[in-house]
T-cell receptor, first 110, second 112 residues
Framework: GQQVMQIPQYQHVQEGEDFTTYCKSS?????IQWYKQRPGGHPVFLIQ?????EVKKQKRLTFQFGEAKKNSSLHITATQTTDVGTYFC??????????FGAGTRLFVKA | KAGVTQTPRYLIKTRGQQVTLSCSPISGHRSVSWYQQTPGQGLQFLFE???????NKGNFPGRFSGRQFSNSRSEMNVSTLELGDSALYLC???????????FGSGTRLTVV
């Protein structure tokens, strides 16, 4: 079955540093979604990528979808304390079962 | 518009009991998915419903079941509770499923 790997598991950064999390799927994807979960909260939808090689930006966040539609990344430029939380990728192979990666927990030190 | 509503927010049950959790999706959303979140296992997919039909199911024992009503509201039931069922149960809705889920705040279930 489909397997997804998300790395790193944890990342500690100083405020102002950049941060990147990567998601790798064993199978070609129909789309991939990214979510953020703040400590004590629930996952919140950030974005969906559908096209091969797609790049989308949301302020300081840049999302990329690999050419083969198996990999994706989320990059945060100049992190802020408000970026603290766990970032999940959610790959979808075209069905109605969206699985989630294990998540990357981001810690930001002021 | 109102978000996804899950009730109750917190629940304490004893081993062997059963529990029913409720989820009201965003108005107009017909797809409802359920996830179990634990610190060690992350977000695990339970099942997905669309128009009262279960379209997909995760790898959970038969003690976990669900249903969806004609108004898209969904319930999940866990019978013969075990200590390991303690978790945050999250419901997520979307228009058609497969993308862009809106999550509820979850039900925190503790089995003692």
């Amino acid at each position: 079955g489909q397997q997804v790997m998300q790395i790193p598991q944890y990342q500690h950064v100083q405020e102002g540093e950049d941060f990147t999390t990567y998601c790798k799927s064993s199978t070609t994807l129909s789309n991939i979604q990214w979510y953020k979960q703040r400590p004590g909260g629930h996952p919140v939808f950030l974005i969906q990528l559908v096209k091969s090689g797609e790049v989308k930006k949301q302020k300081r966040l840049t999302f990329q979808f690999g050419e083969a539609k198996k990999n994706s990344s989320l990059h945060i430029t100049a992190t802020q304390t408000t970026d603290v939380g766990t970032y999940f990728c959610a790959p979808n192979t075209g069905g109605f079962k969206t699985i989630f990666g294990a998540g990357t927990r981001l810690f930001v030190k002021a | 518009k109102a978000g996804v509503t899950q009730t109750p927010r917190y629940l304490i049950k004893t081993r062997g009991q059963q529990v029913t959790l409720s989820c009201s999706p965003i108005s107009g959303h017909r797809s409802v998915s359920w996830y179990q979140q634990t610190p060690g296992q992350g977000l695990q997919f339970l099942f997905e419903y669309f128009s009262e039909t279960q379209r997909n199911k995760g790898n959970f024992p038969g003690r976990f079941s669900g249903r969806q009503f004609s108004n898209s509201r969904s319930e999940m039931n866990v019978s013969t509770l075990e200590l390991g069922d303690s978790a945050l149960y999250l419901c997520a809705s979307s228009l058609a499923g497969g993308a862009g889920y809106t999550f509820g705040s979850g039900t925190r279930l503790t089995v003692v």
